[in-house]
Nanobody
Framework: QVQLVESGGGLVQAGGSLRLSCAVS????????MGWYRQAPGKQRELVAA???????NYADSVKGRFTISRDNGKNTVYLQMNNLAPEDTALYYC??????????????WGKGTQVTVSS
């Protein structure tokens, strides 16, 4: 079983910064894609950013130039640096990890989420 623990959320003023972290633990053979999603009240969950094992990244248009995703493969951890935050970035942010675990079974796991609130 793979566990994801997110941290780094909080309350920040518009224009401020936060850094989210997501540590992955359990029996892991390899991790392929690591990503961050968010869900605001009354809206669907959306992809914010993702990074592959090779370092390729993908961002939602709304966060390009402001957010940066990175990963530390040695620590099985993914980060999301969020700069110039705006009230519309307020949401519950979820970590998602896809990889191969025990008995070479593929997994697609989610964290419980960390709240980001941006005040105007």
């Amino acid at each position: 079983q793979v566990q994801l623990v997110e941290s780094g959320g909080g309350l920040v003023q518009a224009g401020g910064s936060l850094r989210l972290s997501c540590a992955v633990s359990g029996i892991i053979i390899s991790i392929n894609v690591m990503g961050w999603y968010r869900q605001a009240p009354g809206k669907q969950r959306e992809l914010v950013a993702a990074i592959t094992s090779g370092g390729s990244t993908n961002y939602a248009d709304s966060v390009k130039g402001r957010f940066t995703i990175s990963r530390d493969n040695g620590k099985n951890t993914v980060y999301l640096q969020m700069n110039n935050l705006a009230p519309e970035d307020t949401a519950l942010y979820y970590c998602n990890v896809k990889g191969t675990g025990r008995d070479y079974r593929r997994f697609d796991s989610w964290g419980k989420g960390t709240q980001v609130t941006v005040s105007s």
